[in-house]
């Protein structure tokens, strides 16, 4: 649920895995305001970055995460080579 070029909406029960997905996305845009309100920072790395064609390499990944770290922690989020 991040307009992600791999994201395919089953085609059966298609009302339920919408409200599904939806209900995920809300409850962790809920978390993440939580986390920020409490000082945290939040680093989403979506599937696609990590797994599948889209994958980013190890290093580069690595790279996002240490730059992410040293950069203080602003929330933000990696996703896939797309
Ligand atoms: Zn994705």
């Known amino acids: 649920m991040h307009n992600c070029p791999l994201f395919v909406l089953p085609k059966s029960r298609t ?12 409850r962790d845009e809920k978390a993440c305001e939580e986390l920020t309100a409490n000082g945290w920072g939040v680093l989403c790395v979506w599937e696609c ?29 990696i996703t896939g080579n797309y």
């Open 49 to 77: 970055a990590i797994r599948g064609r889209l994958r980013l390499p190890e290093d580069t990944l690595m790279v996002l995460v240490t730059d992410w770290l040293e950069e203080g922690y602003a929330n933000t989020d």
């Open 15 to 26: 009302e339920f895995w919408l409200d599904k997905l939806t209900t995920n996305t809300q």
